[in-house]
Nanobody
Framework: QVQLVESGGGLVQAGGSLTLSCTTS???????MAWFRQAPGKEREFVVA????????YYADSVKGRSTISRDNAKNTVYLQMNSLNPEDTAVYYC????????????????WGQGTQVTVSS
């Protein structure tokens, strides 16, 4: 059983930066990892994903160019650095994992964290 724990969320002013972390309980070196987010009253949406090796990434247009995903398999941790944050980025951010290849579809992921709140004030 794989467990995911997110951290790093908080309140930040527009234009600021945050780095989210997702640490897994087991060895997930062969898992693709992704971040999704869900704002109040909206569906969960894909943000970014990284394959098991870290060599392939995919970003949603909404965060492309101002966010960076990375992973440290030795530490069982995935990071999401977000810059130039704006109020539209306000949401609960979830980490997700599935074996090998990433997907943009939430239902394709087997494991989820509990989420971390990101609030961007204007």
């Amino acid at each position: 059983q794989v467990q995911l724990v997110e951290s790093g969320g908080g309140l930040v002013q527009a234009g600021g930066s945050l780095t989210l972390s997702c640490t897994t309980s087991g060895r997930t070196f062969n898992y693709a990892m992704a971040w999704f987010r869900q704002a109040p009253g909206k569906e969960r949406e894909f943000v970014v994903a990284i394959n098991w090796s870290g060599k392939t990434t995919y970003y949603a247009d909404s965060v492309k160019g101002r966010s960076t995903i990375s992973r440290d398999n030795a530490k069982n941790t995935v990071y999401l650095q977000m810059n130039s944050l704006n109020p539209e980025d306000t949401a609960v951010y979830y980490c997700a994992a599935r074996v090998l290849t990433y997907s943009l579809v939430p239902g394709d992921y087997n494991y989820w964290g509990q989420g971390t709140q990101v609030t961007v004030s204007s």
